[in-house]
């Protein structure tokens, strides 16, 4: 599932101007919060009238679960490709260290968009709290999709359970962003993905051909 999915049939300046404000709003709301953004924020960060706000939206709620599944697509964006390769452990591994890398980057500043969202809404509208648990499925639905692969090609033995490891996976993700956040070090994220993926690992048929150095936090390549 897209932003694009959950959009609805508008003409071209429609979804245009609809596109501006769900940008502005998931911008604003990546800055200072769901709480921390009015709709007069989005207005004027996004160069609309409020005519044209409560056209496309009929509230701050719908307009938050838009900016939902924006951030959902920049998100797995930033990923790619190495999101769409998760159909063995080297790309486990891959994937791993091109999310560790990037947030070390970035100095561990911010955590997760969608988390984010989640932990100031997922008590409030329940409507909401839907789509922020079809928003987190979206972005696992990679890591399922690659680990039924494995399982199915026999990589994996039998009784591995792909929908829990990639749930497992992305818990230790969240977790681990939270942490990295407040430690500013990707230690807490590189480690908790490590253990996750060794956790996969663990039900593989076949033996990895290198050996992670977790001395640093950051394993080595694997095959």
């Not at 497992?168 to 590189?190: F, H, N, V």
Request: hydrophobic share 40%; aromatic share 4%; proline share 4%.
């Amino acid at each position: 599932m897209t932003t694009a999915q959950h959009t609805p049939k508008l003409t071209a300046r429609g979804a245009a101007t609809r596109t501006r404000i769900v940008a502005a709003t998931a911008d604003l709301v990546r800055e200072h919060g769901a709480a921390g953004t009015s709709l007069d924020d989005v207005m004027a960060a996004s160069g609309t009238s409020k005519s044209q706000l409560y056209h496309y939206f009929a509230n701050k709620d719908d307009l938050l679960r838009a900016a939902a599944w924006q951030q959902t697509d920049r998100t797995m964006e930033a990923q790619r490709p190495e999101l769409d390769q998760l159909d063995s452990l080297a790309g486990l591994r891959r994937w791993r260290d091109k999310f560790v890398t990037a947030h070390d980057e970035a100095g561990n500043v911010g955590g997760c968009p969608l988390g984010s969202l989640a932990s100031e809404l997922a008590d409030g509208d329940p409507q909401t709290r839907t789509v922020l648990q079809k928003c987190f499925t979206a972005w696992a639905s990679p890591l399922l999709m690659g680990l039924t692969a494995m399982r199915d090609q026999g990589r994996l033995r039998p009784d591995a359970d792909p929908d829990a490891l990639a749930e497992a996976i992305m818990a230790a993700l969240q977790g681990g962003l939270l942490l990295s956040k407040t430690y500013r070090s990707s230690r807490p994220l590189a480690r908790a993905l490590d253990m996750a993926i060794d956790h996969v690992a663990s039900f593989s048929t076949v033996p990895e051909a290198a050996v992670a150095d977790r001395s640093t936090g950051t394993p080595a390549a694997k095959v």
